[in-house]
């Protein structure tokens, strides 16, 4: 069973960047769709970008779409989340996911069955 751990989470001021991390154990990793999900105090988690097994596709929530950039590198068993020209409403909790079932991108947290335990992203105004 693969599992995730999420690194790179901070504070950071408005305009600033991030490269969140998420490290995966697993000798299958290089078949899973990975995604990013957020979550905001109070809030549902929700889809943020993803990514297909060889990184040949990915996927974006309009939210992000030209500040963020999902990566991978399956030699290394990781998937990264390069944050640009970050706001004060991307702050959340950012989480990575898997899905070992489909193989296929998924935009639902429901559709990903591994989870990471978070990390916490804080932008400031």
């Known amino acids: 069973q693969v599992q995730l751990v999420e690194s790179g989470g901070g504070l950071v001021q408005a305009g600033g960047s991030l490269r969140l991390s998420c490290a995966a154990s697993?000798?299958?990793?290089?078949?899973?769709?990975m995604g990013w999900f957020r979550q905001a105090p109070g809030k549902e988690r929700k889809f943020v970008t993803a990514?297909?097994?060889?990184?040949?596709?990915?996927y974006y929530a309009d939210s992000v779409k030209g500040r963020f950039t999902i990566s991978r590198d399956n030699a290394k068993n990781t998937v990264y989340l390069q944050m640009n020209s970050l706001k004060p409403e991307d702050t959340a909790v950012y989480y990575c996911?898997?899905?070992?079932?489909?193989?296929?991108?998924?935009?639902?947290?429901?559709?990903?069955?591994?989870w990471g335990q978070g990390t916490q992203v804080t932008v400031s105004s």
């Open positions: 996911a898997a899905d070992s079932r489909t193989l296929q991108i998924r935009f639902r947290p429901y559709e990903y069955d591994i």
């Open positions: 697993g000798r299958t990793f290089s078949t899973y769709a």
């Open positions: 990514i297909s097994g060889n990184g040949g596709s990915t």
